[in-house]
């Protein structure tokens, strides 16, 4: 049987990405063209920004992938591209690139979901093995869903407010970190240790959601009320406290699920996925149940790429999953 190539696209937020992805596994080649330079100084994504970059990025980074994998456009069996979730502006210049892309080359084009994406990062890795469970936790999503098979996403529990990471990005910035936090907190909390109490938001009783704001909230309280009475919080212990808090959460509602569902796989997805504190906790966890397989990325696969979106695009395009040239980018897609 002949190789599968497909090419990936992803431009939701703020990383112009293109991969090249083999049989649906195999990396041949993985261009991110980050913008986090340009948006520090804002502390946080400037949407306007964030889609003039992905213009003036978008035709170099298709050229490098082409150039890293060696490879014409004639020997590309598909284009996949992120329709969203995401930033409009963001998304509408990696779809239009891969309409065009598709247009231009006669080639079949495949809408991706972001988070599917960022789930099938985990396949880059390991085959996938059924049922499965996928805690994803990045800037814009927290989120718990169950795959039963390829192709089949069942959100069982989401978060009502703030995503892990936004919470993350929330806390750094009350701590005066740059943008974005996640990483910072994360080195820090290693340093400290939780002594403040903060809150945990278990929410209703077999409820798989989460919610962050109330304990972003708390922190920021605690920082201004020390401040009133002149007292000094040592920032370590804070971000220690406030890790702690995130990670018990996700952790305890991610063993739960895993037993209720009767998964043999638990896959990690998303930026937060790179946090040292959480990986550890799971690693604990899941060493201690027998049967059931921890699989989380390399942080360059956590964080957002094209590789996962071609990952998942070629999935969907053995499923048949195809767009016309009508597609456009769906900032709020429900997976
Ligand atoms: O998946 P991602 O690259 O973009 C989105 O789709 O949102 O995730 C970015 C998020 C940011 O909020 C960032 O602060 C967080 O992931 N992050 C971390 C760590 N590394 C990145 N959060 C906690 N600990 C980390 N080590
Ligand atoms: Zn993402």
Known sequence: ???????????????TAVAIIKNGREIVANVVASQIESHKRF????????????VEQITLVIEEALNQANVTFSEIDAIAVTEGPG????????VNAAKALAFAHNKPLVPVHHIAGHIYANRLI?????????????????????????GHFEVIGETRDDAAGE????VARTLNMPYPGGPHIDRLAQEGTPTINLPRAWLEEGSYDFSFSGLKSAVINTVHNAE?????????????SFQASVIEVLVKKTEKAVAEYGVEQVLVAGGVAA????RNALEKSFSEKPGIEL?????????????MIAAAGSIMFEKGIRADLALNAIPGLDI
């Open 87 to 94: 930033l409009v502006g963001a998304l509408l210049i990696g």
């Open 295 to 307: 699989v989380i990325p390399p942080l360059s696969l956590c964080t957002d790429n094209a590789a």
């Open 228 to 240: 009133q009475r002149g007292e000094k919080i040592a920032p370590e212990d804070l971000a220690a």
């Open 1 to 15: 049987k002949k190789e599968l190539l497909i090419l990936g696209i992803e431009t939701s937020c703020d990383e």
């Open 126 to 150: 390991t085959e996938l093995k059924f049922p499965l469970l996928a805690l994803v936790v990045s800037g814009g999503h927290t989120e718990l869903v169950y795959m039963k098979e390829h």
């Open 43 to 54: 502390g946080g994504v400037v949407p306007e920004i964030a889609s003039r970059h992905h």
């Open 275 to 278: 946090n040292k504190g959480l």
């Open 167 to 170: 919470a993350y990005d929330k």
